[in-house]
């Protein structure tokens, strides 16, 4: 039986089938692998005739093929790119981003878009976005990427000009706020110098004139006038401190919360309390106004609006910076609402304060939930000594 069996592998008829067999695989590998070499072509011709610029990398983010239209936008040859990492194009400030998210890129298998700066062959430098797809090998281990690139540098250019009259205007209403405290300030003092001390005398003259009358008529008259007088003095000086409260200054910006927390919260038949650490927290003019005119503004808002009972002020140094926190009881509102608006919720007011403080470096924050209350919490920096 063996020898049977060994015979029938030499029987031509079979090595005849065996050999057709192995033409037909030889010319089907021949035909997918023409068919894999026009699927190329094909691809490569797309790519190198689109306008936008597409390069793929290996695994290490070296360029193994580019695009001609990279002429066209970065001045390179395909063969000035191919064979060098993606990376020596960056521009140096942005290597540090770029590395971090085609390392997340590669690690998470998943879609990558960097807006960075890529020198061009002239020297000088263009905002590029690029868009990565993954590519993986047969064991779906990441293998290298495919980027799109367009040239962004107009819109770039555009954000960073409309950025820079953001901080301008910034600058222009912190400037504003300081000359208009600076006003109010003097518009107080020549209430309080002037017209208050005109209306002091007044009232002693009034009473050395009521000793010398002879009737009680005339004594009664002038009792009138001096009652006026004496009206017209109390609401100058409360006219006098809602212009520009002279404790802000002379006593301290503490001093001037409480006094706020009595005149404004008390007032109303809510309960104040003002927490100190009691450290020493020196502060510069324009900071002090902006603190002292966003902790007014959330005031009011607390009695115009939150129907609260107790109201709350902690007033903290932590490092550099200072930090205010102001509580309540009140109904509170969903801050995470579609389509929160600060300047709807807080008013103008308290909008145009969180803008001064991101210019001096500070920060609003503000958290609430109906039914619990309300926590605004304010950041600005110290001065530096």
């Not at 706020?177 to 107080?188: D, G």
């Not at 050395?208 to 004496?230: G, H, Q, Y």
Request: proline content about 2%.
């Amino acid at each position: 039986m063996l020898f049977i069996e060994e015979i029938s592998h030499f029987c031509p008829e079979r090595m005849e089938k065996e050999k057709q067999g192995g033409q037909a695989e030889e010319a089907e590998r021949k035909r997918m692998e023409d068919a894999l070499r026009v699927s190329e072509a094909n691809l490569r011709r797309i790519t190198d005739n689109m306008m936008d610029m597409i390069a793929q990398t290996d695994a290490r983010f070296i360029y193994c093929y580019v695009s001609p239209s990279h002429r066209s936008f970065l001045g390179y040859e395909p063969e000035d790119m191919i064979g060098k990492s993606l990376l020596a194009f960056v521009h140096k400030s942005d290597l540090k981003r770029t590395v971090k998210m085609l390392d997340a890129f590669a690690k998470n298998k998943s879609r990558v878009k960097l807006e960075v700066r890529y020198r061009h062959a002239g020297g000088h430098y263009l905002w590029i976005e690029s868009t990565g797809n993954i590519l993986l090998d047969e064991h779906g281990r990441f293998a290298g990427a495919v980027f799109e690139k367009h040239d962004i540098t107009g819109r770039k250019i555009a954000e960073m000009k409309v950025k820079a009259y953001e901080i301008k205007l910034r600058s222009l209403a912190a400037e504003l706020s300081l000359a208009e405290e600076r006003e109010r300030r003097r518009i107080a003092s020549e209430i309080h110098d002037h017209i208050g001390q005109s209306l002091a005398v007044a009232r002693m003259e009034l009473g050395a004139l009521r000793e010398s009358l002879p009737s009680d008529t005339l004594r009664k008259n002038v009792d009138e006038i001096k009652d006026l007088v004496e009206k017209t003095i109390q609401y100058t000086r409360s006219l006098t401190f809602e212009i520009s409260p002279p404790i802000l200054y002379e006593l301290g910006f503490e001093a001037a919360v409480e006094w706020l927390g009595e005149q404004i919260v008390e007032k109303r038949g809510i309960r104040f309390c003002l927490k100190d650490d009691g450290q020493l927290k020196p502060l510069e003019d324009e900071i002090r106004i902006i603190l002292f005119t966003a902790v007014r503004e959330i005031l009011m808002n607390i009695v115009k609006h939150a129907k609260a009972q107790k109201a709350l002020v902690s007033i903290q140094k932590q490092g550099r910076n200072l930090r205010i926190g102001i509580e309540d009881d009140g109904s509170g509102f969903d801050i995470a609402k579609k389509g929160f608006d600060i300047s709807k919720a807080g008013g103008f007011g308290l909008f145009s304060v969180r803008e001064r403080l991101k210019h001096t470096g500070g920060n609003m924050e503000i958290k609430s939930r109906p039914g619990v209350g309300t926590i605004v919490t304010l950041e600005a920096p110290l001065r530096r000594r």
